[in-house]
């Protein structure tokens, strides 16, 4: 009966609500899609060349003046093939036997082929440059963006609108895999079309005007795909990043049984398909304008290109020009028109990498804006004294402060415990408390000095903070305990630290200790359990011996063994440093000297914990709480 029901339920349950409609929350100055004209295309494609050769010349200097050497040679040797083709006609076209005419021309035809060859030659050396180019140019544009987020203030990654320009800067970085290529192509082509176009001239000047019509329209069509696709790429921003997201959470081996056993798994098939899907509606939304461009800018080149055929044909009917001009005219127009096309169609995938090429630009100057800039003083350790001075930070966008008016000193030997309700400020303290925020108002000092004027890798130096959500590094043992501190040959620190927090053990059971790669997704890694990771996070924090120790839910996975071992550990070296422990479990703060309670933002108690226990305020709730079972 239950089981019927069940499934009944199931079978008559409404279909899951669509993802909820998010629209791009990126904030940029201008918008970039009402600059997107034909103008700006001819005008900005000069500068995005000159950027993209200056790129490419600070990557490989030798392969870009190879490419260089190699687009003049196109050039020549196409001049030279259409120059040697007009000779070879006079003979073909004249009189006598066709062998007689055959060995006429054959010596211009040798120029042609031997001019051919050189000019394949040469666009094959110019790919083998571009190779050369666009791996390394695309790791280093890649390398900016990631460090260029590492680096940022971290209040501004809490931005809204701070992930949508990144996603959308990363468009940047993979539209540098085609950069180079677009950029190469567009100039081997402007140079050929220029040869051709030089020979046509030469042949009959009146022939130039109507072929240039002839492209004209085709490269007003390729802006307007652009700016299109632009505007699609621009719409779908948001859903992308939020797609992106869910991908990875939703592949990701670590939250697989969570995924499987609470079966989500229909339900983010369904969510990554609707967003999906309107994505696609978006695209397929536009897909009419970008047919009636394409139609549209199709019949009027293909108008001119009638009359361009009409003004040859005409030309040579009516004798103005001989008929060995007119037949080198009709591979004179077909190179240039060839070589034009090619014009427009690299010149728009120039200028469309530009605009991709301008956001990350934008993303990554206004993260150089965005990089901590705090002042020249240098933090010296020891850490003797850390003071908050009636702090405030509140976080962007949200109405109320997190921490709201909260004083506090903190001595060398000390521990502080911080305790209080979810969403009280706590771990927002700890990050006032590093000074990876700065305070709204009020301010925190170390030994003195205002951390808003101290350069903050100095204090980092001297700070370990096991975050309640901390990273499990797919690197070895060790790396993931020294990570962060320089580089180590001599593992008995390391020991030590894995010591500290009990796990010699669980590394001695891996295949190769210090050696294992934490990773099981990849070939010869292997995984901890939870706990043990969290033991590992806490060895990290223990290895740099720092002037101050935060730890935030630092044994939440741990069995009571572990965490005795924790926090027997966290005394033992209490008296080098200031040590901040944030918890739940009440019974842990009896180790500290000092407790503060923590309710919307502010301290509402604080004491020892002999003294809260008996002071019948929300400590004391708290704590009768967690004991009454
Ligand atoms: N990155 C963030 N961006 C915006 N708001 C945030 C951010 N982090 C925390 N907050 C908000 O600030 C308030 C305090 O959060 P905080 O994480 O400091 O609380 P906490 O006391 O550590 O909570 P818990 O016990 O659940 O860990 C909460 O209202 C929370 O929603």
Same mark, same amino acid.
């Given at each position: 009966?239950?089981?019927?029901?069940?499934?009944?339920?199931?079978?008559?349950?409404?279909?899951?609500?669509?993802?909820?409609?998010?629209?791009?929350?990126?904030?940029?100055?201008?918008?970039?899609?009402?600059?997107?004209?034909?103008?700006?295309?001819?005008?900005?494609?000069?500068?995005?060349?000159?950027?993209?050769?200056?790129?490419?010349?600070?990557?490989?200097?030798?392969?870009?003046?190879?490419?260089?050497?190699?687009?003049?040679?196109?050039?020549?040797?196409?001049?030279?093939?259409?120059?040697?083709?007009?000779?070879?006609?006079?003979?073909?076209?004249?009189?006598?036997?066709?062998?007689?005419?055959?060995?006429?021309?054959?010596?211009?035809?040798?120029?042609?082929?031997?001019?051919?060859? @050189?000019?394949?030659?040469?666009?094959?050396?110019?790919?083998?440059?571009?190779?050369?180019?666009?791996?390394?140019?695309?790791?280093?544009?890649?390398?900016?963006?990631?460090?260029?987020?590492?680096?940022?203030?971290?209040?501004?990654?809490?931005?809204?609108?701070?992930?949508?320009? #990144?996603?959308?800067?990363?468009?940047?970085?993979?539209?540098? #895999?085609?950069?180079?290529?677009?950029?190469?192509?567009?100039?081997?082509?402007?140079?050929?079309?220029?040869?051709?176009?030089?020979?046509?001239?030469?042949?009959?000047?009146?022939?130039?005007?109507?072929?240039?019509?002839?492209?004209?329209?085709?490269?007003?069509?390729?802006?307007?795909?652009?700016?299109?696709?632009?505007?699609?790429?621009?719409?779908?921003?948001?859903?992308?990043?939020?797609?992106?997201?869910?991908?990875?959470?939703?592949?990701?081996?670590?939250?697989?049984?969570?995924?499987?056993?609470?079966?989500?798994?229909?339900?983010?098939?369904?969510?990554? !398909?609707?967003?999906?899907?309107?994505?696609?509606?978006?695209?397929?939304?536009?897909?009419?304008?970008? $047919?009636?461009?394409?139609?549209?800018?199709? @019949?009027?080149?293909?108008?001119?290109?009638?009359?361009?055929?009409?003004?040859?044909?005409?030309?040579?009917?009516?004798?103005?020009?001989?008929?060995?001009?007119?037949?080198?005219?009709?591979?004179?127009?077909?190179?240039?028109?060839?070589?034009?096309?090619?014009?427009?169609?690299?010149?728009?995938?120039?200028?469309?990498?530009?605009?991709?090429?301008?956001?990350?630009?934008?993303? @990554?100057?206004?993260?150089?804006?965005?990089?901590?800039?705090?002042?020249?003083?240098?933090?010296?350790?020891?850490?003797?004294?850390?003071?908050?001075?009636?702090?405030?930070?509140?976080?962007?966008?949200?109405?109320?402060?997190?921490?709201?008016?909260?004083?506090?000193?903190?001595? !060398?030997?000390?521990?502080?415990?911080?305790?209080?309700?979810?969403?009280?400020?706590?771990?927002? $303290?700890?990050?006032?408390?590093?000074?990876?925020?700065?305070?709204?108002?009020?301010?925190?000092?170390?030994?003195?000095?205002?951390?808003?004027?101290?350069?903050?890798?100095?204090?980092?130096?001297?700070?370990?903070?096991?975050?309640?959500?901390?990273?499990?590094?797919?690197?070895?043992?060790?790396?993931?305990?020294?990570?962060?501190?320089?580089?180590? #040959?001599?593992?008995?620190?390391?020991?030590?630290?894995?010591?500290?927090?009990?796990?010699?053990?669980?590394?001695?059971?891996?295949?190769?200790?210090?050696?294992?790669?934490?990773?099981?997704?990849?070939?010869?890694?292997?995984?901890?359990?939870?706990?043990?990771?969290?033991?590992?996070?806490?060895?990290?924090?223990?290895?740099?011996?720092?002037? @101050?120790?935060?730890?935030?839910?630092?044994?939440?996975?741990?069995?009571?063994?572990?965490?005795?071992?924790?926090?027997?550990?966290?005394?033992?070296?209490?008296?080098?440093?200031?040590?901040?422990?944030?918890?739940?479990?009440?019974?842990?703060?009896?180790?500290?000297?000092?407790?503060?309670?923590?309710?919307?933002?502010?301290?509402?108690?604080?004491?020892?914990?002999?003294?809260?226990?008996?002071?019948?305020?929300?400590?004391?709730?708290?704590?009768?709480?967690?004991?009454?079972?």
């Amino acid at each position: 009966m239950t089981s019927a029901a069940t499934h009944e339920h199931q079978s008559t349950a409404p279909p899951p609500p669509p993802p909820a409609e998010i629209t791009y929350s990126g904030q940029y100055s201008v918008n970039p899609l009402a600059e997107v004209s034909f103008r700006r295309m001819c005008a900005q494609i000069p500068a995005v060349l000159g950027r993209i050769a200056r790129l490419s010349w600070r990557t490989d200097r030798r392969a870009v003046q190879l490419l260089l050497g190699c687009q003049l040679l196109t050039g020549v040797s196409a001049a030279v093939v259409l120059a040697a083709t007009s000779r070879a006609m006079a003979p073909v076209l004249g009189d006598g036997t066709a062998g007689e005419r055959l060995r006429g021309a054959l010596p211009a035809l040798l120029v042609v082929a031997l001019a051919a060859a @050189l000019g394949r030659a040469a666009g094959a050396v110019a790919t083998y440059a571009e190779r050369r180019i666009t791996p390394r140019l695309t790791t280093q544009t890649d390398s900016a963006l990631v460090e260029a987020v590492c680096r940022v203030e971290a209040s501004a990654c809490a931005e809204d609108g701070f992930s949508d320009r #990144h996603e959308a800067a990363e468009m940047g970085v993979i539209r540098t #895999h085609v950069m180079v290529t677009d950029a190469q192509r567009f100039l081997s082509a402007l140079i050929r079309m220029v040869t051709a176009g030089s020979v046509l001239s030469v042949l009959n000047p009146l022939m130039l005007p109507p072929l240039l019509l002839a492209v004209l329209p085709a490269g007003v069509g390729a802006v307007l795909t652009a700016r299109v696709d632009y505007e699609i790429h621009y719409a779908n921003i948001a859903d992308r990043n939020v797609r992106g997201m869910m991908r990875w959470w939703a592949t990701e081996s670590k939250y697989s049984d969570e995924v499987r056993a609470n079966s989500m798994t229909d339900y983010l098939i369904y969510w990554y !398909r609707a967003l999906s899907d309107r994505c696609d509606r978006r695209s397929l939304a536009a897909a009419p304008r970008t $047919l009636r461009i394409a139609l549209l800018s199709a @019949l009027a080149g293909g108008v001119f290109l009638v009359a361009t055929w009409g003004a040859l044909a005409w030309l040579a009917v009516s004798g103005r020009i001989q008929l060995a001009v007119a037949a080198t005219a009709v591979i004179a127009v077909q190179t240039t028109l060839a070589a034009l096309s090619q014009v427009v169609v690299n010149g728009a995938a120039v200028f469309r990498t530009s605009l991709y090429l301008g956001d990350m630009q934008a993303f @990554l100057d206004d993260a150089a804006a965005r990089a901590p800039k705090r002042g020249a003083l240098k933090h010296i350790a020891p850490t003797e004294e850390i003071r908050l001075e009636e702090v405030v930070y509140r976080y962007p966008g949200k109405d109320k402060p997190a921490v709201d008016g909260v004083s506090l000193a903190l001595r !060398r030997g000390e521990i502080l415990a911080i305790v209080g309700a979810n969403g009280s400020g706590k771990s927002t $303290l700890t990050r006032l408390l590093t000074g990876i925020y700065l305070p709204d108002k009020g301010k925190v000092t170390w030994n003195g000095a205002d951390l808003a004027e101290v350069d903050p890798a100095t204090v980092w130096a001297n700070t370990g903070l096991v975050p309640q959500i901390f990273a499990q590094w797919p690197l070895r043992v060790r790396e993931n305990v020294t990570l962060g501190q320089p580089r180590t #040959h001599d593992d008995a620190p390391v020991w030590e630290a894995v010591d500290a927090v009990g796990l010699r053990e669980a590394v001695d059971d891996l295949p190769a200790g210090l050696d294992t790669l934490l990773a099981r997704d990849v070939f010869g890694g292997s995984e901890l359990s939870g706990g043990q990771w969290q033991r590992v996070a806490c060895s990290r924090a223990l290895y740099r011996r720092p002037g @101050l120790l935060i730890l935030d839910e630092p044994t939440s996975q741990m069995d009571p063994r572990g965490e005795h071992q924790i926090f027997e550990q966290i005394k033992a070296i209490a008296a080098d440093r200031i040590t901040i422990v944030v918890t739940h479990r009440l019974e842990n703060t009896k180790i500290a000297d000092h407790i503060v309670v923590m309710e919307h933002g502010r301290i509402t108690e604080q004491g020892r914990y002999d003294d809260l226990v008996h002071a019948g305020g929300t400590f004391a709730e708290l704590l009768e709480l967690s004991q009454d079972r």
